[in-house]
């Protein structure tokens, strides 16, 4: 795309794009005027579905642990069109306690001033001491990141909530905050209109919905199975794994990947607890009926076993074979 001339020529030129739609505080913006948020989705976390009105737009992702009922994480972006020039510390600072507000401090929100590629940003993180669902103590950590774009504004909210003994609780576990910054640490703002954003990115765009019709959608490379199929392939891959232990195979190394291997073929969380159920349960008969057959079939049990590949992100042409 040749360069424009001048701003003005750039604000002509999204102005005949779209009309302009009107922000909380009156601003008018323009309906896409280059800028984007970068921020990594939760490949399977369950939501993500962008909801629009007329002054911002709103994407949400959760994971939950029903069958120990141990946690619950969220992850909320959202984007307000034309709310420019706002003071990103003072809007951080007001969203972290908004968030824990409804609970006992466990210690003052905690800032952290950032400056990202010309733009203001702020981080704040704060727990504090709640109860849960099931009225047992519970601790709720949150992080907000407000970005203060050249058009737009942007606000991501992290927020884990669950057992105080739990050890995926981010204030407990050195890792599991690390990780939490890495995920903040990956969010920035691009203008697609006048700086060359990486197309790798295109995965973490969240932007204008007329955007996305500008290019090619990006390739999902993630091989999702339906449910009941992912389901079917857990339970046939579960016994052979089941009648393999019985026949002296070392399954340790796979079973430590297990979890890896079904949470790349499942939708969410959810689908994922349900595959690993069915494997358990399908490993456990296989095993117990491979000892009371004796090892007069182990040949051709081991054969197909050991033919499972070691790359996760191949695995599930193997568990294609049990469907």
């Avoid at 003994?165 to 990780?179: E, F, G, K, L």
Wanted: some cysteine.
């Amino acid at each position: 795309m040749p360069m424009l001339p001048s701003s003005r020529a750039v604000l002509t030129f999204a102005l005949a794009l779209v009309a302009a739609v009107t922000a909380p505080d009156g601003v008018r913006a323009n309906g896409f005027n280059g800028e984007i948020l970068l921020a990594p989705p939760p490949a399977t976390w369950s939501g993500g579905t962008a909801r629009r009105d007329t002054e911002r737009t709103v994407r949400e992702w959760t994971r939950t642990y029903p069958d120990s009922g141990r946690f619950t994480e969220t992850i909320r972006v959202v984007e307000f069109p034309g709310l420019a020039n706002k003071n990103a510390a003072a809007e951080a600072r007001e969203r972290i306690a908004r968030d824990t507000g409804d609970c006992k401090p466990s210690t003052p929100p905690t800032p952290l001033i950032l400056r990202k590629a010309g733009y203001a940003s702020a981080r704040y993180s704060a727990d504090c001491t709640t109860t849960g669902r099931d009225k047992k103590p519970a601790i709720r950590f949150s992080m907000v990141e407000v970005l203060a774009g050249e058009f737009n504004l942007y606000v991501v909210e992290r927020r884990w909530q669950g057992d105080p003994s739990d050890p995926a609780m981010p204030t407990a576990s050195p890792r599991v905050m690390a990780a939490w910054t890495g995920y903040f640490d990956q969010i920035r703002v691009c203008n697609t209109l006048s700086n060359p954003c990486d197309p790798a990115d295109l995965t973490m765009i969240h932007s204008h919905p007329r955007f996305t019709t500008m290019r090619k959608a990006p390739v999902v490379s993630k091989p999702v199975l339906a449910p009941d199929k992912s389901i079917k392939a857990a339970s046939g891959f579960g016994e052979l794994t089941g009648r393999a232990e019985a026949c002296k195979e070392d399954v340790k190394g796979l079973l430590g990947r297990v979890s890896q291997i079904f949470e790349n073929v499942t939708a969410n969380d959810a689908e994922r607890s349900k595959a690993l159920a069915a494997f358990d349960t399908a490993r456990s008969k296989g095993r117990a009926e491979q000892t009371k057959a004796g090892d007069a079939n182990c040949g051709s049990v081991l054969r197909d076993f050991r033919e499972h590949p070691v790359r996760i992100g191949v695995f599930h042409r193997y568990l294609e074979r049990f469907l």
